[in-house]
């Protein structure tokens, strides 16, 4: 047997025991689902010691082999990361369990009632880079919502996932359940990618995270259902009718935050009403995090000397660092325009105190999430209050935006009758 042989084995074996464990999770009961991730939970703060340790490894490898500053970051665990997956893993405990609503009841002229049942998609196949947390995360969000989960992490936090791995499977060999609900691959070859997106009979969606290389890869060979987002070129727009403080405390939020980040903003739109009052404040605050700026010849006239000039290419870029493109426009709709054009539908505010703009800024921007005088990086399923999330969407079909238990479900219709027979 080849190499490649064997792991085709290896991922087709993976896909069958993923396939009766969803059997098997479809019918858990919220009880038992909520009583796993306790124990989860309870092995995770038992095992955080073996899994910080092999994070070390990971941060020690990624860094001799010199990955990038933000693949770093997103690597990294530390006792307050830690704290935050647990914290996630109580959020996920404490939410609605969505299996088995049944909605829309009504009756037919025929007498039959008629509904729609809420239930799991199946098996989730999972494909991301760094963020040994999405492993928790993901593992989470598929065992709550009734589905086994196949995770395929990046080769730089092989042994992060690995050591989380450990830990759930205990829980779940604990709580009774099957082991096989989650599976982590443990060979970072490429191929296995691959076959995970190609086996239909065993997978029946796949969420990518990672960068756009990948996910447009995926994209593009996957022979499964993906729910994805190509990167996050995120926008936040400063009004003339904007209030300074606000706007001067949400745009560098947006952007200084994390950097690393899918809804971390990459480009700044300002009025030009209110671009000599805003700009050259904004710019001493970026200045203070060295944030290299990119504008627009207004811009460049009004912070002479401290913005370099920005190209078309610049409009379009996520930049995942320290990099800020800015562009003054004449007004709203202008500002509109470019966003839909330049944006990845992603996430883009405005700040405004007009509440009619606002309104319109909702309706007509075409991203998957739209504030009104809050940072973009509140665009995240722990935030809106999802527990956590498998990844953000910016499709339009199944699932939009962060996506947490309900992206994990479909409906099926459900009729009840007392005998009936069509005439």
Not at 76 to 85: D, G, I, K, S, Y
């Amino acid at each position: 047997m080849t190499a490649q042989d064997s792991i085709q084995h290896y991922m087709l074996q993976l896909g069958k025991n993923a396939r009766r464990a969803a059997q098997t999770l479809a019918c858990a009961t919220t009880n038992s689902k909520n009583q796993a991730l306790a124990e989860i939970h309870t092995q995770l703060k038992h095992h955080q010691a073996d899994i910080l340790a092999a994070n070390q490894i990971d941060m020690a490898q990624g860094q001799a082999k010199n990955l990038d500053a933000a693949l770093l970051d997103r690597l990294a665990l530390n006792e307050q990361r830690f704290q935050a997956m647990l914290d996630g893993l109580q959020d996920v405990i404490s939410l609605k369990d969505p299996i088995g609503e049944i909605t829309d009841m009504a009756y037919r002229p025929t007498g039959i009632q008629l509904g729609k049942m809420r239930v799991p998609l199946g098996v989730v196949g999972m494909i991301y880079e760094s963020r040994p947390n999405v492993t928790l995360e993901a593992a989470a969000l598929a065992l709550k919502s009734g589905n086994a989960i196949i995770l395929r992490g990046g080769s730089e936090a092989l042994h992060s996932n690995q050591a989380i791995a450990t830990a759930i499977h205990q829980a779940l060999k604990n709580v009774a359940l099957p082991t096989e609900s989650v599976q982590v691959v443990n060979t970072p070859d490429r191929s296995a990618v691959g076959y995970l997106i190609s086996m239909v009979d065993y997978v029946d969606v796949i969420v990518p995270r990672g960068g756009k290389g990948l996910i447009e890869r995926i994209t593009k060979e996957a022979k499964i259902p993906v729910i994805k987002h190509l990167d996050g070129n995120c926008h936040v727009y400063i009004d003339n009718e904007a209030n300074i403080d606000k706007a001067l405390a949400i745009a560098l939020n947006a952007k200084t935050h994390r950097y690393g980040v899918c809804n971390a903003m990459e480009t700044l739109l300002v009025n030009a009403e209110i671009a000599e009052r805003f700009l050259p404040q904004i710019a001493v605050l970026y200045a203070e995090k060295q944030v290299e700026l990119r504008g627009c010849p207004i811009t460049q006239n009004i912070l002479a000397g401290h913005v370099i000039a920005a190209t078309e290419e610049d409009w379009s870029t996520e930049y995942l660092a320290p990099i800020l493109a800015i562009k003054v426009l004449p007004d709203m709709d202008e500002a509109i325009q470019h966003i839909n054009h330049y944006g990845s539908h992603h996430s883009d505010a405005i700040v405004t105190e007009n509440f009619s703009k606002a309104r319109q800024f909702l309706a007509r921007v075409d991203s998957s999430s739209v504030m009104i005088n809050a940072s973009t990086r509140f665009a995240d399923g722990f935030e809106y209050g999802l527990g956590a999330e498998i990844g953000i969407s910016t499709d339009k079909i199944h699932a939009r935006g962060p996506v947490g238990l309900e992206g994990l479900t479909s409906q099926k219709w459900v009729v009840f009758g007392d005998g009936h027979i069509r005439q």
